[in-house]
T-cell receptor, first 115, second 115 residues
Framework: QQQVKQSPQSLIVQKGGIPIINCAYE??????FPWYQQFPGKGPALLIA?????SEKKEGRFTISFNKSAKQFSLHIMDSQPGDSATYFC??????????????FGSGTRLQVQP | ETGVTQSPTHLIKTRGQQVTLRCSSQ?????VSWYQQALGQGPQFIFQ???????GRGNFPPRFSGLQFPNYSSELNVNALELDDSALYLC??????????????FGEGSRLTVL
């Protein structure tokens, strides 16, 4: 019940395309849903995060869409660039009431943006 | 403002040995978390420390232990190493407020290989 399922495993798009990465969860005790970007040899870095009472959030070229009833959320990258080529992880955070404010990560999506 | 730094960056151990990994938190952060990232997988939560006390633990056996020091730096200790412990170990620091929104600042990790 603590899993976050992420798809696709890998994605190749052309420069300017809009890659979409999808995640689904079961545990309703999750209260924040961040996305992280990881380049080879580096640690993950926060991109954007959303609360479950918000349906959409945009930061620059990155947009999260959230469907609370379906327990699904997705990341869209507008006007993708070769520099966006990285592995993207969705995550979900347990609420403080659970006594454990840990992140549960999806399995990752390796994105390649071709010039 | 210095980021999260981890040492060593790479190390090789043999099965049954013990290892200590170190982490210096980002300035102003009082919470540190440790995650294990197997190759091609998302990070998995090991435990979290807040003001020198463990305040959350994932599904890892007791041979994984940690410490947080008064300056908020931290150590991860793993005893009786097993082959499956081979992974990238990530340290993440944050303030207690940012932890509540899923915002963690990761170091570049320590790559452990167990032979």
């Amino acid at each position: 019940q603590q899993q976050v399922k992420q798809s696709p495993q890998s994605l190749i798009v052309q420069k300017g395309g809009i890659p979409i990465i999808n995640c689904a969860y079961e545990n309703t005790a999750f209260d924040y849903f961040p996305w992280y970007q990881q380049f080879p040899g580096k640690g993950p870095a926060l991109l954007i995060a959303i609360r479950p009472d918000v349906s959409e959030k945009k930061e620059g070229r990155f947009t999260i869409s959230f469907n609370k009833s379906a327990k699904q959320f997705s990341l869209h990258i507008m006007d993708s660039q070769p520099g966006d080529s990285a592995t993207y992880f969705c995550a979900a955070k347990l609420g403080a009431a659970t006594g454990r404010r840990a992140l549960t990560f999806g399995s990752g999506t390796r994105l390649q943006v071709q010039p | 403002e210095t980021g999260v730094t981890q040492s060593p960056t790479h190390l090789i151990k043999t099965r049954g040995q013990q290892v200590t990994l170190r982490c210096s938190s980002q300035s102003g952060h009082n919470t540190v978390s440790w995650y294990q990232q197997a190759l091609g997988q998302g990070p998995q939560f090991i435990f979290q420390y807040y003001r020198e006390e463990e305040n959350g633990r994932g599904n890892f056996p007791p041979r994984f232990s940690g410490l947080q020091f008064p300056n908020y730096s931290s150590e991860l200790n793993v005893n009786a190493l097993e082959l499956d412990d081979s992974a990238l170990y990530l340290c993440a620091s944050s303030s207690s407020g940012r932890v509540n929104t899923g915002e963690l600042f990761f170091g570049e990790g320590s790559r452990l290989t167990v032979l």
